[in-house]
């Protein structure tokens, strides 16, 4: 079974900072991976997803994240942060052909106006 | 369109009573999921439907944990004799068969008190 590891607990920013999240995953075959987003009070959304070709994707919100198979990670990244970016950010991952995801632990990010 | 509903959003029980969780994945959608929110547990996996048969039900806890889907539709999961330790989000996730994206629902917040 796969496991993913979130770099980072808590992470505060001031709106216009960049932000980088690390995820890294342990298993050896093809994988496919995401980033999901939890804004206060709502419900899990996608925010970008991998699953062969370019291995910089870009997703909704100006997101984006790169796969470095090499390194096993996807970290997310967004140049200029706004305080609408205040959330929980969650990588995931399932092998391919198995639907099920596992998920990191989940990284708060807190922007300051 | 609409997206995957869950009902009741929150519940609260006595130990030892039984609870239904409710489910309404997106139209069209074959394949359902389970998963369970807690703290110090992080997102975990349940169980997997594919139409109204559920190959993987490798993450449901105990015996206690049980789930079904009918008409390929709505799933209900139930958990018999609650405990406190069962208190957690339990989110219904759907996505089509072959398409590795699972779309979320809001959770049902549930307490054991």
């Known amino acids: 079974a796969q496991s993913v590891s979130q770099h980072n607990h808590h992470v505060i920013l001031s ?65 200029s942060v706004q305080w ?30 | 369109g609409a997206g995957v509903s869950q009902s009741p959003s929150n519940k609260v029980t006595e130990k030892g009573k039984d609870v239904e969780l409710r489910c309404d994945p997106i139209s ?16 975990e996996f349940l169980i997997y439907f594919q139409g109204n048969s559920a190959p993987d039900k490798s993450g449901l806890p105990s015996d206690r944990f049980s789930a079904e889907r009918t008409g390929g539709s709505v799933s209900t999961l139930t958990i018999q004799r609650t405990q406190q330790e069962d208190s957690a989000v339990y989110l219904c996730a759907s996505g089509y068969r072959g398409e590795e994206t699972q779309y979320f629902g809001p959770g049902t917040r549930l307490l054991v008190l």
């Open chain 1, 84 to 113: 609408s970016d205040t959330a929980e950010y969650f990588c995931a991952v399932n092998a391919l052909g198995d639907y099920k995801l596992s998920f990191g632990a989940g990284t708060t990010v807190t922007v300051r106006a």
């Open chain 1, 15 to 79: 709106e216009a900072a960049s932000l980088e999240l690390g995820c890294n995953y342990s298993y050896g075959g093809t994988v496919n991976l995401f980033w999901y987003v939890q804004y206060p009070g709502q419900h899990l959304q996608l925010l970008l997803k991998y699953f062969s070709g370019d291995p910089l994707v870009k997703g909704i919100k100006g997101f984006e994240a790169e796969f470095i198979k090499s390194k096993f990670s996807f970290n997310l990244r967004k140049p």
């Open chain 2, 28 to 43: 069209g959608h074959t394949a359902l999921y389970w998963y369970r929110q807690s703290l110090g547990q992080g997102l």
